[in-house]
């Protein structure tokens, strides 16, 4: 299997805005759909303003516009308003990110989570849900927190753990940075392919020669 990879250049000024020092901000970026489950992130910033925390929290993506009035219901109904921005699609995802103390994806499945390793690279403390594909990037406690799927307690326990725990936060943000920056840059992946490439050729070539 080969990760897939990203550009690294757009967050190379990420160590002059380290974690602790940013906005108590939570951003996720994702397409409006089922999979993604933006209700549970939103019923889980209700939660927390129950325990006295009140970030904001940034949805960026597109998507499906019935998903999106129904994430905007339950922010109207759980009287959220003053704390959800809806933001559309973003065409400075790195820059946000790296103004963002937390990013999440809560999705009910994954592939290969981009956003997440955009979070990462960005510095961010980085919240996912317990399914294929996130856990396979996340590691639970070392570079990033881990939380049960549908379940918006799970989720605001970690983010709680995200806004309070300066020092948490600076251990799993660090980690998650060299570890996008080891296994998930863009020149890795294409090398990765690269090598696949000419692996095949050869095994083709040999494969013709044993013919003859």
Known sequence: MIDN????APFESVDMQPVVQRDASIMMVARFGKQ?????????MAELRDRGLTPTLKLAGGGKARHR?????????????????????VRDVPAQLMQTRITVLSSRYEGMPLAVIEGMAAGCAVIGTRVPGIQEVIADRVNGLLV???????????????????ELVERIASTA???AMKKYSLYRMNSD???????LMLEASNARNSRR
């Open 177 to 179: 940075r060299k570890d």
């Open 69 to 89: 009035k129904v994430a905007e219901k339950t922010v109207k109904t759980l009287k959220l308003e003053n704390q959800v921005e809806f933001l559309g699609i």
């Open 193 to 199: 392919y690269a090598a696949l490439f000419r692996q």
């Open 5 to 8: 990879g990203i550009e690294f």
């Open 36 to 44: 993604k489950d933006h209700v549970t992130l939103i019923q889980a």
């Open 148 to 166: 049960e799927p549908l379940d918006p307690v799970s989720l605001a326990d970690a983010l709680e753990r995200a806004l309070v725990e300066d």
